[in-house]
């Protein structure tokens, strides 16, 4: 019997529209996370400024893999499902079945979805969209499983689409839900879509268009595409201004929200003018190695060593004024619903680290980016490691030239704070496995994780998958192939006379941990 899923109804369709910053103009219920204070104006003449910082162009192609280049394209590409806080919805399909094989996935479409430029958004695009993204892989979207393309067909029958896959996978259904859909009229006779700035190039069929984007800057503004084919959306436009002080430029208005360090939080508490929320968002400050550059590197014992030898407590204290989560070595975070809590801490052991380390002397470069936060942990953890026979030579550039020695596996140690955390534990296979197209880590292979990670990835009995990830998390905690240092706390602020309908992002779920919520701003 095949699984179907009917079409959302008005309060669904409203929470998935705020977690998009499109939030509907009609109200939602509170536990969908909503605030619901009312605005000083209507929401429709809002305009809401956020701190800048380019990402990149915001299509599927051309925006950086961070989540604020991703994000931004979101607003503008829609999918075919979404998710509220419960799971999957629909979309741009309304419903959806999944063969009694879980191998063929079909999808009805709205009936009313247009393209940023008025040409209708048919299950033609749909098709071209999955064949195209074959041979132009999207700049972000995991649609490649165990070194081959995820999906190996697609057939159109009016406003339906099936599209089978090869082998079966737990995680296919949002994959392919979440692959951003784009025009055929535009891209079909582009053949370097990462070179192309023509005509189309930002038409999606989302919330909000394009208006303008100065990379020099890293400004944005998103105006409201009043044709959105779903509920109409909230505020008038989004904008991403450069400013050189984000809290200042708060403090003046010049920008609705932004986070502040916990030492100042107390300046916005108690105060009706402002919201305060606080938690633990899904980024880390992850330690990179890299085994080809730094072959000492390819010892466990060496790893483990250097776990022991950095103060996590410390780096959260002096950086995050103790407001800060020591990152899980099996890098799922504590909120996951795969998370295993039986691992390793590897609480601060100058001892326990020189034991490992048996005399040896390793000297090694380590890159971070250029703020001030990330030089000065570099040279926190270069005083630590010098303590057992490490030298450490720190090496500042901007965070675009950093990102690129991490892709580009030209470094020998590097520091980044990621995200990516909350989403299905696949993310595992994608970031640890050897087998990736395209590996993750410089140099890193394990086989037995390599084959617990395949078989988490075909897995169809809930519980046998999650201890095979249990398994995977053991090795990572006793293989330390990446070091998760620590997460931060974020402090939210924003004023609730100017807009109070801030929401979760639900790839950022709201997990089932007492001390962990997400809000998001657009």
């Known amino acids: 019997m095949n699984k179907k899923f009917s079409a959302l109804n008005t309060l669904g369709m409203c929470a998935l529209c705020a977690m998009l910053a499109v939030s509907c103009s009609k109200e939602k219920s509170a536990d ?292 800060g989560l020591e990152g899980s070595q099996g890098y799922l975070h504590p909120a996951h619903p795969m998370y295993n809590p039986n691992l390793p801490k590897y609480e601060f052991n100058p001892e326990k680290a020189k034991e490992l380390m048996k005399g040896k002397k390793i000297s090694a470069q380590l890159t971070v980016g250029s703020s001030p936060k990330e030089v000065k942990m570099a040279e926190l953890i270069k005083i630590r490691l010098a303590d057992i026979g490490i030298t450490l030579d720190v090496v500042s550039v901007d965070s675009k030239a950093r990102d690129g020695m991490i892709r580009d596996k030209t470094y020998q140690t590097a520091i980044v704070e990621s995200g990516g955390m909350g989403g299905d534990a696949d993310m595992l296979r994608e970031i640890y496995s050897s087998k990736m197209k395209k590996p993750h880590l410089a140099g890193y292979a394990n086989a037995q994780l390599d084959d617990l990670l395949y078989r988490q990835s075909v897995e169809r009995n809930a519980e046998t998958r999650k201890q095979l990830l249990y398994s995977v998390q053991e090795i990572l905690a006793d293989e330390i192939p990446m070091l998760l240092l620590y997460g931060k706390m974020d402090n939210t602020v924003y004023r609730p006379a100017k807009y109070d309908r801030w929401t979760v992002r639900y790839d950022h779920a709201k997990l089932d941990h007492p001390k962990l919520s997400y809000i998001i701003r657009p």
């Not at 082998?167 to 990462?194: C, F, N, Q």
């Not at 014992?301 to 030898?309: K, M, S, T």
């Open 32 to 323: 969908m996370q909503v605030m619901q204070k009312p605005a000083a104006k209507q929401d429709a003449e809002i305009v809401l400024r956020e701190a800048g910082g380019d990402f990149g162009y915001p299509n599927p192609f051309r925006h950086q893999n961070r989540g604020p280049g991703f994000f931004k394209m979101e607003l503008i590409y829609d999918s075919l499902l979404e998710k509220d806080e419960k799971g999957l919805i629909p979309w741009l399909a309304k419903e959806w079945t999944v063969s009694e094989d879980g191998q063929t996935y079909t999808f009805t479409l709205v009936d009313n979805a247009t393209w940023h430029d008025g040409k209708p958004l048919t299950a033609e695009d749909v098709a071209f969209t999955v064949k195209y993204f074959e041979a132009h892989p999207p700049m972000r979207g995991g649609l490649m499983l165990h070194g081959k393309y995820l999906m190996d067909s697609v057939t159109v029958n009016g406003n339906t689409v099936a599209i089978h896959i090869p082998e079966y996978t737990p995680t296919a259904l949002e994959k392919i839900g979440s692959m951003r859909i784009i025009p055929k009229h535009v891209w079909e006779k582009v053949e370097d879509p990462a070179k192309f700035s023509g005509e189309g190039d930002v038409v999606g069929s989302g919330p909000y268009k394009l208006a303008s984007y100065q990379s020099e800057q890293g400004a944005y503004k998103m105006v409201r595409f009043d044709e959105f084919w779903g509920l109409k959306p909230a505020v008038a436009a989004i904008e991403w201004i450069p400013v050189s002080d984000a809290i200042l430029a708060f403090n003046n208005g010049e920008i609705d929200i932004t986070n502040v360090p916990a030492d100042l939080v107390k300046n916005y508490e108690n105060n009706s003018e402002f919201k305060v929320v606080k938690n633990f968002g899904l980024h880390d400050f992850r330690f990179y190695f890299n085994f080809d550059k730094v072959p000492a590197f390819r010892e466990k014992e060496v790893r483990q060593a250097i776990a022991y030898a950095i103060d996590r407590h410390e780096l959260i204290e002096k950086l995050e004024r103790g407001s």
